[in-house]
């Protein structure tokens, strides 16, 4: 489903060149759940932004649904987007002149889908998402947690293969995010792959597999995860640079 | 989706209504001065006889002596006049020239009126292509022998005959009675290109009488005589005797070997009457002192539309350039401020072309706000020009092409207003706002 090879990201300046990524391996297969974590700039959403199309990288090769997307025009990155990659965001995002129904329909109309079709996909998306009775509502009019549900409905009216969530239960309290949390994994069990930035190590725990950025670069804890999950916690509070790499070492080798 | 755009664009300028008037304000008197000078121009500059331009044409002769004048008279002396009306080769040809006379009818209750006549021959009609409601010109021979006919307009037929059809009855020019024989249908061409030396956009004559009364009536000169040495002018006959120039001749000339052999007539002429002591300006051929000028030529060269106007026309564009500057600069604050939401529509799959589109058509939409309002402004300018100014009504009133051209230089103007501010937000980078929302 995405396949990243040796994908590095440096952001230079005339004064300093910093490596967002470095070396940055990633396979994720179709229908996963996979949680990213990390410390605060280690390179999660400069990861979701290149995973996402919405930025491009220095070097390596990404390969999403078996097509090379390393360098796509930019209106071939656009419809890409639209077609098979929905996002959640932190901050919801939602356009604040427009009520619930066209803030959903926003990506099929880009997509130049048929009225009728468009007012189905809406209906079923909010419908999914338990705010179809608020559809004439705008954002304002709503909670937190109500606003990143009507965002997921946005990336679900657009049927998209690969869902893209950066943080989505950071500005909810806890319950929300569990609602949320739930209907991330709803839409998991229906075959949309699903690959969520979090801080949160609860949520990331309900994940199908975890992997942490530290430094730019991937430490993939999911066998150890499996095995013992008191073991995984403790390797991660001590990962370091150095660890992290060998862990990879391990897991890519494996 | 362009509906789609249209409805994003009336949401935008709804949320931003001080902005959005602050626009459509600049964008509107921008235009509405632009279209106001740019309609005077193109009044002004309009050639009434449209595709006939070419087959109607003054004849202008360089008569004068040394060192006189440095441009062709429009109007020639009473002489040359003659001996064109005389030259059997030119089928249709008209003499003309104004002059003001009393006017009277047989009904008592009506009272005399002064007003304007113009002295000519009958192929003035034709020429002219002068519409008719009653009646015809006077016969050919008229112009000849002399006869007490007439032609009158609709309006004083109106006010004489209370509209009825008038031909055969009789009305009075300074107490002298004249048949009417035919009534033209209302016909005022701007500019008055049959004699733009008497004020181009002066009001057309509403009666017309044979020029060959001249001689006998003695009439008047209601318009620019025009002389290059002293001559007394004791009589009517010192007059038509002088070099003066006062009278416009007009000929319709069909093929281009008919304006040949007029050419060929009129040089020959020239040269017949420097052997009678006449046209001594020697640095001119023969040749060259003659000038058959089609209408547009002849509008030209009596400058019908004034230098000033076309300076006018150019500060006011410069004007609109400045008002687009200032929106250029408040798009770029508009449109820059709504990045976030950019980055939103891009992430969710709108490309780069999507985005400028959206936001060009907010711009004409804006253009074409600013385009209706300042056409109000330019249709207001005009009144007042009209109403305290007493500027002549066919130069202010909105050419009816002003409504279709206003909204479309509007959107354009816009439209290259806007092209940069929507340049600038269509290439934003979706990740910079998405995280930072």
């Known amino acids: ?254 | 989706m362009f509906l789609y755009y249209c409805d994003l664009a009336w949401r935008s300028i709804k949320k931003t209504p001080m902005l959005s008037l602050l626009m459509v304000l600049a964008i509107s008197i921008g235009i509405g001065i632009t279209i106001t000078t740019l309609n005077v121009y193109k009044t002004m500059s309009y050639n009434p006889a449209g595709d006939r331009n070419d087959q109607v044409n003054s004849i202008q002769l360089w008569s004068q002596g040394l060192d006189t004048w440095d441009e062709f008279n429009t109007n020639m002396t009473f002489t040359d006049v003659s001996n064109l009306r005389n030259n059997n080769e030119l089928a249709i040809k008209a003499a003309s020239y104004r002059t003001g006379l009393a006017m009277q009818s047989d009904d008592e209750t009506k009272a005399p009126v002064l007003r304007s006549v113009r002295v000519t021959d009958t192929d003035f009609f034709t020429i002219f292509d002068v519409p008719f409601l009653f009646g015809n010109r006077w016969n050919k021979s008229v112009d000849l022998q002399p006869a007490y006919q007439v032609v009158i307009g609709e309006q004083i037929n109106n006010t004489f005959f209370d509209g009825k059809n008038s031909v055969g009855k009789t009305i009075y020019l300074n107490r002298k009675p004249y048949q009417v024989v035919g009534v033209i249908k209302d016909w005022n061409p701007k500019p008055k290109y049959y004699d733009p030396t008497n004020g181009a956009f002066n009001d057309a004559e509403h009666i017309f009488i044979p020029f060959s009364l001249s001689e006998q009536e003695e009439f008047d000169v209601w318009g620019n005589t025009s002389g290059w040495r002293f001559e007394p002018m004791l009589s009517y006959q010192d007059r038509l005797r002088s070099e003066k120039t006062w009278i416009q001749f007009w000929t319709l000339l069909e093929t281009t070997e008919e304006k040949n052999q007029l050419q060929s007539w009129l040089t020959r002429y020239v040269e017949q009457q420097r052997s009678f002591g006449r046209f001594t300006d020697t640095a001119k051929t023969p040749a060259e002192s003659a000038q058959i000028s089609p209408v547009d030529k002849l509008l030209e060269d009596n400058n019908a539309v004034p230098s000033d106007n076309k300076i006018l026309v150019g500060l006011s564009v410069l004007f609109l350039i400045v008002c687009l500057v200032n929106i250029l600069g408040l798009l770029l604050t508009k449109f820059l401020k709504r990045a976030p939401e950019v980055g939103v529509r891009r992430a969710i799959g709108a490309s780069r072309g999507q985005i400028f589109a959206q936001y060009m058509v907010e711009v004409g939409m804006i253009g074409f706000i600013g385009g209706i309002v300042g056409l109000l402004w330019a249709w207001g300018t005009l009144t007042l020009l009209h109403a305290e100014f007493n500027v002549d009504p066919s130069v202010t009133g909105l050419d009816s092409s002003m409504w279709f051209v206003t909204p479309l230089i509007a959107i354009s103007t816009a439209a290259l207003a806007g092209v940069y501010p929507a340049w600038v937000v269509c290439r934003t980078k979706p990740s910079v706002y998405l995280k930072a929302q």
């Open chain 1, 1 to 254: 489903m995405l396949s990243m090879k040796n994908i590095s990201k440096v952001f230079k300046t005339d004064l300093v060149e910093t490596h967002a990524l470095r070396e940055f391996n990633l396979n994720v297969a179709e229908g996963e759940f996979v949680a990213v974590t990390g410390p605060s700039g280690s390179g999660k959403t400069t990861f979701l932004n290149i995973a996402g199309l919405l930025e491009g990288f220095t070097e390596g090769e990404y390969c999403l649904d078996g097509v090379n997307v390393s360098n796509l025009s930019d209106n071939k990155s656009a419809q890409i987007r639209n077609e098979k990659i929905g996002f959640i965001f932190q901050g919801f995002n939602l356009i604040p002149d427009l009520n619930l129904a066209e803030n959903v329909e926003v990506p099929l109309r880009y997509r130049g889908v048929k009225s009728s079709e468009r007012k189905r996909r809406v209906e079923a998306a909010l419908e999914q998402v338990g705010l179809a009775a608020r559809m004439k509502h705008l954002p304002t009019q709503l909670s937190g947690g109500q606003q990143q549900r009507v965002a997921i409905a946005r990336a679900l009216a657009g049927e998209p293969r690969f869902l893209l969530a950066d943080e989505p239960t950071g500005n909810l309290d806890s319950l929300m995010a569990r609602q949320v949390m739930e209907l991330l994994e709803n839409i998991n069990q229906s075959g949309t792959t699903i690959i969520m930035v979090t801080h949160d190590a609860e949520l990331a725990r309900r994940a199908q597999r975890n992997i942490q950025i530290v430094d730019g670069q991937v430490c993939d804890f999911s066998m150890y995860q499996k095995a013992d999950h008191s073991v995984v916690a403790e390797l991660k509070k001590v990962a370091d640079q150095k660890q992290a790499a060998e862990l990879n070492q391990i897991v890519s080798g494996a």
